[in-house]
C-alpha cells in the first residue's frame, strides 16, 4: 500500500507562481511512476506531468505546458508541482498518484494509488 498526500497554499492570483508537494508513506517508491493530475469541476481528469522509474520526465502538455514542472530526488519523496504563470483556468483539485509499473502514462487509468487531492484557486 501506498498512502500520498499532497500540500500546499492553495489561493494565488492570476500570475502567480505556486509548489505542490506529495509525500509518500507505506512502501519505498523509488521505482514507482509518479505524477500530478488535476480535475476542474465538470470536467475529466487531466494529466498534468509524470516521472517513471528512472527518474524520467514526462512533461506536460496542452495549456500547462511550459508553465508547470514536475521534479523530485531519487528517492522519489515528496514529489513537487511547480506551477508559474497561473491562470484562473488553472483551478482545480490537483492530484498526486503513483503507479506500480513505474511507466509515468498519462492516463489516470494507469495509476493504482491517489492521493485526497488538494484545491488550488487562480483568482482573476
Known amino acids: 500500500q501506498v498512502q500520498l498526500v499532497e500540500s500546499g497554499v492553495g489561493l494565488v492570483q492570476a500570475g502567480g507562481s505556486l509548489r505542490l508537494s506529495c509525500a509518500a508513506s507505506?512502501?519505498?517508491?523509488?521505482?514507482?511512476?509518479m505524477a500530478w493530475f488535476r480535475q476542474a469541476p465538470g470536467k475529466e481528469r487531466e494529466f498534468v506531468a509524470a516521472v517513471d522509474w528512472r527518474g524520467g520526465i514526462i512533461p506536460s502538455v496542452g495549456s500547462v505546458k511550459g508553465r508547470f514542472t514536475i521534479s523530485t530526488d531519487n528517492a522519489k519523496n515528496p514529489v513537487y508541482l511547480q506551477m508559474n504563470n497561473l491562470k484562473p483556468e488553472d483551478t482545480a483539485v490537483y492530484y498526486c498518484?503513483?503507479?506500480?509499473w513505474g511507466t509515468g502514462q498519462r492516463v489516470p487509468s494507469a495509476y493504482e494509488y491517489w492521493g485526497q487531492g488538494t484545491q488550488v484557486t487562480v483568482s482573476s
Open positions: 498518484a503513483a503507479d506500480l
Open positions: 507505506g512502501r519505498t517508491i523509488s521505482n514507482l511512476g
